[in-house]
Every structure is written in structure tokens, then in C-alpha cells.
Nanobody, 126 residues
Framework: QVQLVESGGGLVQAGGSLRLSCAAS????????VGWFRQAPEKEREFVAT????????YYADSVKGRFTISRDNAQNTAYLQMNSLKPEDTAVYYC???????????????????WGQGTQVTVSS
């Protein structure tokens, strides 16, 4: 079992930066791939980024590539999403998610993940 708690959201001007954290409890975190998703009002939840369980590989949605960086610290049971050059269209509730897996796989689908945090609001003003 893995519990996830996001933090670090807030209000920022366009062009600014935020760093989201995803703190995990439970021993399984280091065996989990981690993903970040976001959901804007009246839109479906969408994939943002994912990182393998060791942190060795990652993958990004085209909309955030070059601006966002996903990372993790398994010793601290925490994953991060560094968001730079933020745009108003990045405004959404951001969720982290985790799935236990044996290999160094990456997952991009909402239904791929077993565990979800409660979300943190990110608002980018123009």
C-alpha cells in the first residue's frame, strides 16, 4: 500500500516556476513507477510526466517537454515535478500517482496507476 500527498502548488505569474512534491508513505515506493497528471476544469485528467522506479528514465507529454522535469529521491520517498516557464494553460489540479512494477517501465495512462494523491492546485496568471 502506498499513500501519496502532493504539495507545492500555488499561484504564479506566467513565466514563473513552481516545484511540486509528492511524499509517499509505505515501503513500496522504491518499487513504483511514478507519474504526474493534471486536470483542468471540465477537462479530462491528462498525462504530464512519468519516471521509472530507479529514476533512470523519464517521459514527458509534448506540451511540457523542455519546461518540466520529473525526479525522485527514493531515500526520501519523494517525487518532484519542477515546472519552469509556466503558461496560463498549465493551470490545473496536479496529481501524482504510483504503480508497483517489477521492471523499469514507464506508464502514461490514468488507468495504469494504482495509487493517487489528493491533488494540488496550480494557477498561472497571464
Amino acid at each position: 500500500q502506498v499513500q501519496l500527498v502532493e504539495s507545492g502548488g500555488g499561484l504564479v505569474q506566467a513565466g514563473g516556476s513552481l516545484r511540486l512534491s509528492c511524499a509517499a508513505s509505505g515501503r513500496a515506493f522504491s518499487r513504483c513507477a511514478v507519474g504526474w497528471f493534471r486536470q483542468a476544469p471540465e477537462k479530462e485528467r491528462e498525462f504530464v510526466a512519468t519516471i521509472s522506479r530507479s529514476g533512470g528514465t523519464s517521459y514527458y507529454a509534448d506540451s511540457v517537454k523542455g519546461r518540466f522535469t520529473i525526479s525522485r529521491d527514493n531515500a526520501q520517498n519523494t517525487a518532484y515535478l519542477q515546472m519552469n516557464s509556466l503558461k496560463p494553460e498549465d493551470t490545473a489540479v496536479y496529481y501524482c500517482a504510483a504503480v508497483v512494477n517489477v521492471w523499469e517501465r514507464l506508464y502514461r495512462g490514468v488507468t495504469d496507476y494504482e495509487y493517487w494523491g489528493q491533488g494540488t492546485q496550480v494557477t498561472v496568471s497571464s
